[in-house]
């Protein structure tokens, strides 16, 4: 997922250079989706290790 994310922000700096600053800004702000997303993701299942019980 983060590999999406880093490949969103290479297209959005190779569009900005480009000229084309509506592709760059959407592909900024998508890559900020799923950055929060796989964020989100990580910090639920750190929560579910820590508590899990074992037996």
Same mark, same amino acid.
């Given at each position: 997922?983060?590999?999406? #994310?880093?490949?969103?922000l /290479?297209?959005? &700096?190779i @569009?900005? +250079? !480009?000229g084309?600053?509506?592709?760059?800004?959407a592909? #900024?702000g998508?890559?900020? /989706?799923?950055? &929060?997303? @796989?964020? +989100? !993701?990580?910090?639920?299942?750190?929560?579910?290790?820590?508590?899990?019980t074992?037996?």
């Open positions: 997922m983060l590999d999406l #994310v880093v490949t969103l /290479i297209i959005a &700096l @569009a900005a +250079v !480009l084309f600053g509506g592709i760059a800004t592909a #900024v998508i890559a900020k /989706i799923v950055f &929060l997303v @796989a964020l +989100v !993701l990580f910090v639920v299942a750190a929560i579910a290790g820590t508590m899990r074992t037996i």
